[in-house]
Protein backbone atom coordinates (compact mmCIF):
# COMPACT_ATOMS: atom_id res chain seq x y z
CA UNK A 1 0.00 0.00 0.00
CA UNK A 2 1.26 3.86 -0.59
CA UNK A 3 2.37 5.42 2.60
CA UNK A 4 0.35 8.50 2.20
CA UNK A 5 -3.46 7.22 2.68
CA UNK A 6 -5.82 10.26 2.99
CA UNK A 7 -9.68 10.49 3.35
CA UNK A 8 -12.10 12.43 2.39
CA UNK A 9 -15.67 12.57 1.63
CA UNK A 10 -17.01 14.66 -0.89
CA UNK A 11 -20.46 14.85 -2.43
CA UNK A 12 -19.71 14.59 -6.27
CA UNK A 13 -16.87 15.69 -6.13
CA UNK A 14 -15.89 17.03 -9.22
CA UNK A 15 -11.74 17.47 -9.41
CA UNK A 16 -10.41 14.03 -9.79
CA UNK A 17 -7.31 13.20 -6.52
CA UNK A 18 -3.77 12.60 -7.74
CA UNK A 19 -2.38 9.56 -6.55
CA UNK A 20 -2.23 8.50 -3.25
CA UNK A 21 -4.74 10.37 -2.11
CA UNK A 22 -8.46 8.39 -1.56
CA UNK A 23 -11.99 9.98 -1.67
CA UNK A 24 -14.91 8.13 -0.62
CA UNK A 25 -17.97 9.30 -2.82
CA UNK A 26 -21.32 9.95 -1.11
CA UNK A 27 -24.84 10.25 -3.39
CA UNK A 28 -27.88 11.28 -2.87
CA UNK A 29 -29.36 8.75 -4.27
CA UNK A 30 -29.71 4.93 -3.57
CA UNK A 31 -26.85 3.13 -5.38
CA UNK A 32 -26.71 -0.83 -5.87
CA UNK A 33 -23.51 -1.00 -8.04
CA UNK A 34 -23.42 -4.98 -7.52
CA UNK A 35 -26.65 -5.12 -9.36
CA UNK A 36 -26.18 -5.55 -13.13
CA UNK A 37 -29.65 -3.92 -13.81
CA UNK A 38 -28.63 -0.23 -11.79
CA UNK A 39 -27.01 2.47 -13.75
CA UNK A 40 -26.29 5.71 -11.90
CA UNK A 41 -27.79 8.88 -12.66
CA UNK A 42 -25.75 11.82 -14.82
CA UNK A 43 -22.47 13.05 -12.94
CA UNK A 44 -21.51 16.44 -14.76
CA UNK A 45 -17.74 15.88 -15.91
CA UNK A 46 -17.83 12.12 -15.47
CA UNK A 47 -18.27 9.49 -17.41
CA UNK A 48 -19.64 6.33 -16.43
CA UNK A 49 -18.37 2.75 -17.07
CA UNK A 50 -20.24 0.07 -17.02
CA UNK A 51 -20.17 -3.61 -15.29
CA UNK A 52 -18.98 -6.40 -16.65
CA UNK A 53 -18.54 -9.87 -15.51
CA UNK A 54 -15.01 -11.35 -16.14
CA UNK A 55 -13.61 -14.20 -17.15
CA UNK A 56 -15.34 -16.41 -13.71
CA UNK A 57 -18.43 -15.12 -14.59
CA UNK A 58 -18.33 -13.10 -11.79
CA UNK A 59 -19.76 -9.61 -11.81
CA UNK A 60 -17.37 -6.37 -11.70
CA UNK A 61 -19.35 -3.10 -10.67
CA UNK A 62 -19.11 -0.42 -13.21
CA UNK A 63 -16.99 2.95 -12.52
CA UNK A 64 -16.85 6.77 -13.55
CA UNK A 65 -13.67 8.05 -14.79
CA UNK A 66 -13.04 11.67 -16.22
CA UNK A 67 -14.54 13.09 -19.42
CA UNK A 68 -11.68 14.42 -20.49
CA UNK A 69 -8.03 13.06 -20.32
CA UNK A 70 -4.51 14.47 -19.02
CA UNK A 71 -0.84 14.66 -20.99
CA UNK A 72 1.02 11.83 -19.64
CA UNK A 73 -1.06 10.32 -17.20
CA UNK A 74 -3.57 6.93 -16.50
CA UNK A 75 -6.47 6.89 -14.87
CA UNK A 76 -6.79 4.50 -12.14
CA UNK A 77 -10.61 3.25 -11.92
CA UNK A 78 -12.53 3.48 -8.56
CA UNK A 79 -14.05 1.07 -6.51
CA UNK A 80 -16.68 -0.36 -4.57
CA UNK A 81 -16.45 -1.77 -0.96
CA UNK A 82 -20.46 -2.44 -0.49
CA UNK A 83 -22.57 0.95 -1.25
CA UNK A 84 -19.47 3.48 -0.32
CA UNK A 85 -17.45 4.36 -3.78
CA UNK A 86 -13.74 4.97 -3.36
CA UNK A 87 -12.91 7.45 -6.24
CA UNK A 88 -10.87 6.70 -8.97
CA UNK A 89 -7.09 9.14 -9.34
CA UNK A 90 -3.94 10.19 -11.76
CA UNK A 91 -1.50 7.76 -12.30
CA UNK A 92 1.88 8.61 -14.12
CA UNK A 93 1.61 6.74 -17.62
CA UNK A 94 5.80 5.59 -17.36
CA UNK A 95 7.59 5.26 -14.42
CA UNK A 96 11.48 4.66 -15.25
CA UNK A 97 12.57 0.76 -13.71
CA UNK A 98 8.81 0.29 -12.80
CA UNK A 99 5.87 -1.54 -14.03
CA UNK A 100 2.23 -0.66 -13.29
CA UNK A 101 0.65 -4.02 -11.53
CA UNK A 102 -3.41 -2.56 -12.44
CA UNK A 103 -5.94 -3.29 -9.87
CA UNK A 104 -9.14 -5.35 -10.00
CA UNK A 105 -11.56 -7.25 -8.16
CA UNK A 106 -10.63 -10.65 -6.82
CA UNK A 107 -13.40 -12.65 -5.69
CA UNK A 108 -15.64 -9.13 -5.04
CA UNK A 109 -12.75 -7.76 -3.12
CA UNK A 110 -10.42 -4.93 -4.78
CA UNK A 111 -6.85 -4.88 -5.11
CA UNK A 112 -5.31 -1.87 -5.50
CA UNK A 113 -2.75 -1.53 -7.93
CA UNK A 114 0.68 -0.74 -7.04
CA UNK A 115 4.20 0.33 -9.35
CA UNK A 116 6.34 -3.16 -9.49
CA UNK A 117 10.25 -2.35 -9.44
CA UNK A 118 12.87 -4.10 -11.04
CA UNK A 119 11.18 -3.68 -14.36
CA UNK A 120 11.57 -1.57 -17.52
CA UNK A 121 9.26 0.12 -19.46
CA UNK A 122 10.24 -2.62 -22.40
CA UNK A 123 9.11 -5.31 -19.74
CA UNK A 124 5.84 -3.92 -19.09
CA UNK A 125 5.06 -3.06 -23.12
CA UNK A 126 5.87 -7.41 -23.28
CA UNK A 127 3.42 -7.49 -20.19
CA UNK A 128 0.85 -5.46 -21.81
CA UNK A 129 1.33 -6.95 -25.40
CA UNK A 130 0.28 -10.54 -23.80
CA UNK A 131 -2.37 -9.19 -21.93
CA UNK A 132 -3.99 -8.00 -25.14
CA UNK A 133 -3.07 -11.03 -26.74
CA UNK A 134 -4.88 -13.27 -24.66
CA UNK A 135 -7.96 -10.80 -24.72
CA UNK A 136 -7.67 -11.35 -28.64
CA UNK A 137 -7.67 -14.80 -28.23
CA UNK A 138 -10.80 -14.73 -26.10
CA UNK A 139 -12.80 -12.55 -28.31
CA UNK A 140 -11.54 -15.21 -30.86
CA UNK A 141 -12.91 -18.25 -29.37
CA UNK A 142 -16.21 -16.40 -28.53
CA UNK A 143 -16.26 -15.44 -32.02
CA UNK A 144 -15.47 -19.34 -33.03
CA UNK A 145 -17.80 -20.21 -30.58
CA UNK A 146 -20.71 -18.08 -32.17
CA UNK A 147 -19.98 -19.21 -35.48
CA UNK A 148 -20.10 -22.86 -34.68
CA UNK A 149 -23.19 -22.22 -32.96
CA UNK A 150 -24.87 -20.07 -36.09
CA UNK A 151 -23.57 -23.16 -38.20
CA UNK A 152 -25.42 -25.36 -36.46
CA UNK A 153 -28.44 -22.91 -36.47
CA UNK A 154 -28.44 -22.74 -40.33
CA UNK A 155 -28.21 -27.05 -40.76
CA UNK A 156 -31.34 -27.05 -38.07
CA UNK A 157 -32.33 -24.83 -40.75
CA UNK A 158 -32.15 -26.65 -43.73
CA UNK A 159 -33.25 -29.85 -42.09
CA UNK A 160 -36.72 -28.08 -41.31
CA UNK A 161 -36.68 -27.13 -44.64
CA UNK A 162 -35.77 -30.32 -45.98
CA UNK A 163 -38.76 -31.78 -43.90
CA UNK A 164 -41.61 -29.61 -45.18
CA UNK A 165 -40.41 -29.94 -48.79
CA UNK A 166 -41.08 -34.09 -48.01
CA UNK A 167 -43.81 -32.85 -46.51
CA UNK A 168 -45.47 -31.20 -49.55
CA UNK A 169 -44.13 -34.04 -51.46
CA UNK A 170 -46.27 -36.31 -49.66
CA UNK A 171 -49.06 -34.09 -49.84
CA UNK A 172 -49.45 -33.41 -53.27
CA UNK A 173 -49.05 -37.76 -53.35
CA UNK A 174 -51.51 -38.47 -51.55
CA UNK A 175 -53.68 -35.89 -53.57
CA UNK A 176 -52.90 -37.36 -56.79
CA UNK A 177 -53.44 -40.82 -55.38
CA UNK A 178 -56.75 -39.62 -54.30
CA UNK A 179 -57.76 -38.26 -58.10
CA UNK A 180 -56.71 -40.93 -59.44
CA UNK A 181 -58.75 -43.30 -57.21
CA UNK A 182 -62.04 -40.58 -57.83
CA UNK A 183 -61.34 -41.15 -61.23
CA UNK A 184 -61.33 -44.87 -61.39
CA UNK A 185 -64.49 -44.74 -59.06
CA UNK A 186 -65.94 -42.34 -62.05
CA UNK A 187 -65.03 -44.49 -64.57
CA UNK A 188 -66.12 -47.24 -63.31
CA UNK A 189 -69.56 -46.33 -62.38
CA UNK A 190 -70.22 -44.74 -65.83
CA UNK A 191 -69.68 -48.33 -66.89
CA UNK A 192 -71.97 -49.65 -64.67
CA UNK A 193 -74.55 -47.06 -65.96
CA UNK A 194 -73.96 -48.41 -69.41
CA UNK A 195 -74.14 -51.75 -68.60
CA UNK A 196 -77.51 -51.58 -66.79
CA UNK A 197 -78.62 -49.11 -70.14
CA UNK A 198 -77.74 -52.15 -72.36
CA UNK A 199 -79.85 -54.73 -70.37
CA UNK A 200 -82.68 -52.68 -70.30
CA UNK A 201 -82.74 -51.80 -73.88
CA UNK A 202 -82.11 -55.55 -74.25
CA UNK A 203 -84.95 -56.62 -71.72
CA UNK A 204 -87.20 -53.75 -73.85
CA UNK A 205 -86.60 -55.49 -77.04
CA UNK A 206 -87.25 -58.87 -75.80
CA UNK A 207 -90.41 -58.06 -74.23
CA UNK A 208 -91.16 -55.71 -77.65
CA UNK A 209 -90.53 -58.90 -80.34
CA UNK A 210 -92.86 -61.44 -77.01
CA UNK A 211 -95.58 -58.75 -77.48
CA UNK A 212 -95.35 -58.67 -81.50
CA UNK A 213 -95.14 -62.68 -81.61
CA UNK A 214 -98.07 -62.83 -79.10
CA UNK A 215 -99.85 -59.80 -81.52
CA UNK A 216 -99.43 -61.83 -84.36
CA UNK A 217 -100.69 -64.98 -83.04
CA UNK A 218 -104.11 -63.29 -81.42
CA UNK A 219 -104.47 -61.78 -84.92
CA UNK A 220 -104.14 -65.37 -87.00
CA UNK A 221 -106.77 -67.11 -84.46
CA UNK A 222 -109.27 -63.92 -84.84
CA UNK A 223 -108.79 -64.15 -88.47
CA UNK A 224 -109.35 -67.86 -88.26
CA UNK A 225 -112.50 -67.91 -85.99
CA UNK A 226 -113.63 -64.91 -88.79
CA UNK A 227 -113.42 -67.38 -91.78
CA UNK A 228 -114.62 -70.54 -89.61
CA UNK A 229 -111.73 -72.49 -89.76
CA UNK A 230 -109.81 -73.37 -86.78
CA UNK A 231 -105.86 -72.54 -87.60
CA UNK A 232 -103.39 -72.87 -84.98
CA UNK A 233 -100.68 -70.34 -84.57
CA UNK A 234 -98.29 -69.71 -87.39
CA UNK A 235 -95.74 -71.38 -85.26
CA UNK A 236 -97.37 -74.62 -84.62
CA UNK A 237 -98.22 -74.97 -88.20
CA UNK A 238 -94.74 -74.19 -89.37
CA UNK A 239 -93.84 -76.77 -86.72
CA UNK A 240 -96.31 -79.27 -88.10
CA UNK A 241 -95.06 -78.71 -91.86
CA UNK A 242 -92.05 -79.37 -91.03
CA UNK A 243 -92.70 -82.72 -89.27
CA UNK A 244 -95.05 -83.21 -92.28
CA UNK A 245 -92.08 -82.95 -94.83
CA UNK A 246 -89.62 -85.09 -93.19
CA UNK A 247 -92.68 -87.83 -92.66
CA UNK A 248 -92.93 -87.91 -96.49
CA UNK A 249 -88.73 -87.57 -97.07
CA UNK A 250 -88.48 -90.40 -94.74
CA UNK A 251 -91.05 -92.72 -96.75
CA UNK A 252 -89.61 -91.64 -99.95
CA UNK A 253 -86.19 -92.60 -98.50
CA UNK A 254 -87.56 -96.19 -97.17
CA UNK A 255 -89.41 -96.82 -100.34
CA UNK A 256 -86.21 -96.41 -102.68
CA UNK A 257 -84.22 -98.83 -100.62
Same mark, same amino acid.
Given at each position: ???????????? *?????????????????????????????????????????? !????????????? #????????????????????? #????????????? +???????????????????????????????? =??????????????????????????????????????????????????? $??????? +??????????? *???????????????? +??????? *????????????? =??????? !????????? $???
Amino acid at each position: MLSTLALALALF *ASTPADAGVYVSVSFPFAVDAWSPHWAPAHRAGWSWVGGHYD !NWGDWTPGHWRPS #YARSGYDWVSGYWTGHSYIEG #YWRPLYRSGYAWI +SPGYRYGVWSEGYWRDGYSRRVYERAETRHEV =REDRQERGEDRREAREDRGERKEDRAEARDDRQDRSDDRADSRDDRRERSD $SDRAGRK +SVASKSDDRKS *ADSSRAEGKSERSKQR +STVVASR *AGGKSVTPSVSSS =RRVGSDT !NTKSGKKSR $SGR
